[in-house]
């Protein structure tokens, strides 16, 4: 018993004489540097710092603030007044533990309510050889007969996966503009509302030059559109109908906000075919001033233009593309997610505005 008693005791100063492990030390990011430009109502922040494992920026005007988490340090945001805001930017090593940075920048929004940039290119109302068929140049305040509507999901996202309800109501006509509005809200079992507008059944054109003038939005998971679709849709379906995407985005970082696409999609023996090509401006986005996106059409090929500049053409001599000698209706929307962009994350801001200045077709 002696024994066994006094191998217990030593068990136990074994134990007792064990030292815990000191808690680890958190390492907070350093040199966190902000860069901040202001593009007409928009903040564009974009930070680095050494070890940082995301960022938070926060935007106040008096009382209210509005919070973006971002992974890569990059977040934008729309004033809907002028005035004086601050910028407060986090490098953080987690949510409790961070270095910060407070800046304060001065905003003011001259293009009134739209929001629309005030600068860009435009393109003219003449051209050799041809003349204007059809325009709207969206003035007033109602859209004209011209246009009508799809409402819903089209059952599926519209094929792609798309996460918006289309409304007729996410859109206004103002100040010389159309804007088609994105907004993050739950409705019918969506977690965002859109429009989505066409000349479907009312205006076509086989042939041509089209040109729209606009400013996109931004953001990842944004998808703004210009595009035409074969008249013969409701009895051919799609692909076989053709499809022309006169200007297609997908927003996000990198160059993304910066890159439109041009693509033409049709039935090539029963499969769906394609062909395409981008255009990326040298700075800059889409959303901080206006371009104009053309097409110019005939019964050789299709030419993609960015502000009157050639950057893709398709020939359709070939039998195989025979839709494309059709009439064709146009459709302007404004898409969140789908199998393209992908969703929005903590970085896209809501609400997101497409200004579309004029439409233009010449024969």
């Excluded at 430009?37 to 680095?48: E, L, P, R």
């Excluded at 054109?205 to 990842?220: T, V």
């Excluded at 693509?263 to 986005?285: C, D, I, M, P, Y």
Aim: proline share 4%; charged share 15%.
């Amino acid at each position: 018993m002696g024994k066994m008693n006094l191998i217990f005791l030593l068990v136990i100063g074994f134990f007792s004489c064990e030292k815990p492990n000191p808690p680890a030390s958190v390492v907070l990011p350093t040199n966190l540097v902000t860069a901040i430009n202001v593009n007409g109502s928009v903040i564009d922040v974009q930070a680095t710092a050494e070890n940082a494992n995301f960022y938070t920026v926060t935007f106040i005007r008096g009382a209210d603030s509005t919070v973006i988490e971002t992974t890569n340090g990059s977040a934008s945001f729309t004033c809907s007044v002028s005035g004086t805001y601050i910028v407060r930017t986090q490098a953080n090593t987690s949510y409790t533990d961070y270095i910060s940075k407070t800046d304060t920048v001065v905003v003011n929004v001259t293009s009134g309510s739209s929001g629309a940039p005030t600068t860009g290119y435009t393109s003219p109302l003449t051209y050799a050889n041809y003349s204007l068929v059809w325009d709207d140049e969206f003035n007033g305040t109602t859209l004209s007969s011209d246009w009508t509507f799809d409402i819903g999901t089209g059952s599926g996202g519209w094929g792609n996966n798309e996460l918006q309800y289309y409304t007729n109501q996410n859109h206004s006509v103002n100040n010389g503009y159309l804007e088609i509005t994105a907004k993050e809200e739950q409705f019918n079992a969506q977690n965002y509302t859109s429009t989505r507008l066409k000349t479907q059944g009312i205006k076509s054109w086989k042939y041509g030059r089209i040109d729209i003038r606009a400013a996109l939005p931004y953001g990842q998971g944004i998808w703004p559109a210009f595009w035409m679709l074969g008249d013969n849709i409701s009895s051919v379906s799609w692909p076989t109908c053709g499809e022309i995407d006169i200007m297609e985005m997908i927003g996000g970082a990198g160059a993304n906000d910066r890159t439109v696409h041009g693509t033409v999609h049709w039935n090539e023996n029963g499969s769906h075919a394609q062909f395409g090509n981008s255009k990326v401006l040298s700075s800059g986005r889409f959303a901080d001033e206006f371009h104009v996106f053309s097409i110019v059409w005939n019964q050789n090929s299709i030419t993609w233009l960015l502000d009157n500049v050639p950057y893709n053409t398709v020939d359709i001599t070939p039998a195989n593309m025979s839709a494309f000698h059709n009439n064709f209706f146009l459709i302007f929307n404004l898409a969140v997610g789908g199998n393209w962009p992908g969703s929005p994350d903590g970085t896209t801001v809501f609400p997101q505005k497409m200004y579309v200045d004029y439409v233009r077709v010449f024969q």
